[in-house]
């Protein structure tokens, strides 16, 4: 049975940073790519950063690019998400799951709520 646990999420300041985490388990983490996805209150879910199998290509959502850090360790299948210079527009419940065009393979996580507020 596939679970995607994220966590990490949290209460931060605009300028702050936080480290998101996703656990996976039951299925082979290091066959497929890996997304985070986030989804603030009264819109849809967006697609924020994808890494590749074995983590060599990245890419960003203009609205993170240069702030968010994606990254894999596959032998611990766990996804990361590193964000910092953290803006109120950031605030969102983030979610992680391998991306397949307009739609995802697995089951949606419970997902890690960040909030950045002063």
């Known amino acids: 049975q596939v679970q995607l646990v994220e966590s990490g999420g949290g209460l931060v300041q605009p300028g702050g940073s936080l480290r998101l985490s996703c656990a996976a388990s039951?299925?082979?983490?290091?066959?497929?790519?890996m997304s985070w996805y986030r989804q603030a209150p009264g819109k849809g879910r967006e697609l924020v950063a994808t890494?590749?199998?074995?983590?060599?290509?990245?890419n960003y959502g203009d609205s993170v690019k240069g702030r968010f850090t994606i990254s894999r360790d596959n032998p611990k299948r766990t996804l990361y998400l590193q964000m910092n210079s953290l803006k109120p527009e950031d605030t969102a419940m983030y979610y992680c799951?391998?991306?397949?065009?307009?739609?995802?393979?697995?089951?949606w996580g419970q997902g890690t709520q960040v909030t950045v507020s002063s």
């Open positions: 890494i590749t199998s074995v983590g060599e290509n990245t």
């Open positions: 799951n391998t991306r397949i065009g307009n739609y995802v393979r697995w089951n």
């Open positions: 039951g299925f082979i983490f290091s066959d497929f790519s």
